[in-house]
């Protein structure tokens, strides 16, 4: 596929990045010489100094038979216009990174429609939601959803004190419907086999149905596990949108920033939730304000070290939980080693969402696990491809990848050696990285 991309900041370079890997053609479009530069130095794709808005520009470069333009630029107003003139030259497929929660009208089909947008992304709200999901779901560091709700997945951490450590997973007794899917142990992922074991302290993933994991995780919370108080450092637009989410869902909240203009903007449309204008750092502040009492204290700054300052400085202070937002991907290993709870990068969670639009047809879903360390895919078999009407073991699936969970007829099931793959069904596909090209040709159509 022949992808364009438009802006070359953090999320334009890791699109860029991600993408050559998996061998698209991508070009960069990119004003600023320098940025260009620098991907043109990193990467193997072509990088162009020009504007991804104008159609002439798009129409006098091998932009102009791409199969995909995604705009990514600091400006909405830029990303919209980039969409409708790669829709004026015939680009197909278009996705716009839209932030202004004022163009998110009552009908955004038709908003979007009109503008030439296939697909709008706001990466903020994508992660205050994903935030919120982790809050209301007790003891769990991720939560994602398959098959419209019918299948979830779930990361907890295992405890010393745990029954399921140091079982081969082959004799591991687990409810009906639920699967160990992968396993993050000291930084690194393991997509698990029969016998392979759990250990105290592991990230381990759980797939299955969602009533059935949302039974099995209570397992995993105790009564400190409870969310009931939170708080919220830096009221940017992540935290504004997630301030917003949970007190609609009952919770107590309270958020400080030390920008008085945006204090009074989230105060004002808040309602029963707290907004205290001061300095997330000072001490006494967080100390007053009961900090140490919070279930849960979430760190949104824009500076990934002050997150990390502030999210210790919880801890110490007696905070059960700690969540971060992060903008460079590569301090997230750290931050877990450290002792932040949670990690959560925006540009991951983005990328996510357009890598499913980049591999779309029988891709259903995609979703980046623990800094892309590995990756989930939602998959519909096609009618023609190999594997259709075969036993799973009879499917020499690449070793670092597993069929987690089946939805067949509207069924949710886990497979076994076994189980019949048939057209039309949705299997959960976990795998790393560096094989899902090698995963996605068993789902490929055969002409």
């Known amino acids: 596929m022949r992808v364009v991309i438009v802006g ?5 370079f890791s699109l860029a990045e991600r993408l050559a890997k998996e061998e698209h053609e991508v070009i960069v479009i990119e004003q600023d010489e320098e940025r260009r530069l620098i991907v043109q130095n990193s990467l193997d794709v072509m990088a162009i100094v020009g504007n991804g808005a104008n159609p002439q520009f798009l129409t006098s470069t091998v932009a102009k038979n791409a199969d995909l333009l995604v705009a990514v630029t600091d400006s909405d107003e830029v990303n919209m216009i980039a969409c409708m003139a790669a829709k004026k030259i015939g680009i197909p497929q278009t996705i716009a990174r839209v932030r202004n929660q004022e163009y998110a009208c009552a009908d955004q089909f038709k908003f979007n429609e009109s503008l030439g947008i296939d697909l709008a992304i706001n990466p903020e709200m994508t992660t205050a939601i994903e ?27 295992i405890s010393p004190e745990s029954t399921l450590v140091n079982i081969p997973l082959l004799k591991l007794t687990l409810p ?3 699967l160990v899917a992968g396993i993050l142990r000291q930084n690194m992922m ?34 400190r596990s409870v969310i009931e108080r939170i708080m919220i450092i830096g009221a940017g637009r992540i935290g504004r949108h997630l301030a917003k989410i949970l007190v609609k869902a009952g919770l107590s909240v309270k958020v400080i920033d030390k920008n008085r203009e945006r204090c009074r903007e989230l105060a004002d449309h808040l309602g029963k939730g707290l907004v205290l204008c001061g300095e997330g750092t000072d001490i006494d502040l967080l100390a007053e304000e009961g900090v140490g009492e919070a279930d849960a204290v979430v760190c949104l700054t824009d500076d990934d070290k002050l997150n990390l300052l502030l999210a210790l400085l919880a801890k110490n ?42 591999r779309r047809g029988n891709i259903v879903a995609v979703t980046l696990l623990e800094g892309a360390k590995a990756e989930a895919m939602e998959i519909l078999v096609p009618a023609n491809c190999q594997i259709a009407g075969k036993k799973l073991k009879n499917i020499k699936f690449p070793r670092n990848s597993l069929v987690g969970a089946l939805i067949h007829e509207e069924v949710v099931s886990v497979p076994n050696g076994e189980t019949v793959l048939h057209a039309g069904d949705r299997v959960v596909v976990f795998t790393l990285p560096d094989i899902v090209k090698k995963v996605g040709k068993f789902f490929e159509s055969r002409t």
Do not use: C, W
Request: net charge positive; hydrophobic share 45%.
């Open 190 to 223: 393991i997509i698990p086999h029969g016998e392979d074991y759990l250990l105290p302290q592991d990230n381990v993933f759980f797939v299955g149905g969602a009533d059935a994991i949302e039974k099995f995780g209570k397992q995993f919370a105790d009564k």
């Open 131 to 157: 935030i919120s999901r982790i809050l209301l779901t007790p003891a769990a560091l991720a939560v994602e959803d398959f098959a419209d709700g019918k299948v979830r997945l779930l990361e907890v951490k």
């Open 8 to 12: 070359a900041g953090k999320l334009g």
């Open 317 to 358: 202070l007696g905070a059960q939980k700690t969540i971060v937002r992060v903008g460079r991907s590569d301090y997230m290993s750290l931050m877990g080693k450290v002792g932040v709870d949670v990690v959560l990068s925006p540009r991951l969670l983005t990328a996510g969402v357009i890598l499913r639009q980049v």
């Open 176 to 178: 009906p419907h639920i």
